[in-house]
């Protein structure tokens, strides 16, 4: 953005110096109008014009990416917000989980817990060690 301005303010410099040392009176004709002047008035009025039409064609583009700026940045802080919302109840849940473990390996140490049962055997046991039973 700097940059265009600048780069504006040395054309209209050039624009300007070259009117001054081309003082000459013109004549312009456009369609039913005619106007004299030198050329400096024209080349002035003609930069004003110019410049005129380009924040014309211009601003539909600015006003039209400040819109998709705007949209974002509330659509990221929305995100963000339930963003952090999820990581706290995920953070809730894994609490709730390591209490649900915590409470099942108390249950499974308590002495009047039901027996392991027996282990079953599978067909190469029993075929390699000769039992039935």
């Known amino acids: 953005m700097q940059l265009g301005f600048i780069l504006a303010i040395l054309f209209a410099i050039v624009c300007v110096a070259f009117a001054i040392q081309n003082s000459a009176a013109v004549s312009v004709s456009f369609l039913i109008w005619r106007f004299d002047s030198t050329l400096a008035v024209v ?18 583009a ?28 995920v953070a809730r849940l894994e609490s709730e989980l390591a209490n649900l473990r915590g409470d099942a390996a108390v249950v499974a140490a308590a002495p009047d817990a039901p027996p392991a049962p027996a282990k079953v055997l599978g067909l190469k046991e029993i075929v390699s060690s000769g039992k039935t039973s």
């Open 62 to 89: 600015t006003l039209r990416s400040h819109w998709n700026l705007t949209r974002q940045k509330r659509q990221t802080e929305s995100l963000s917000s339930e963003n952090d919302q999820l990581k706290a109840r």
């Open 43 to 60: 080349l002035l009025v003609a930069m004003a014009l110019g410049a005129l039409a380009l924040g014309f064609i211009s601003t539909p």
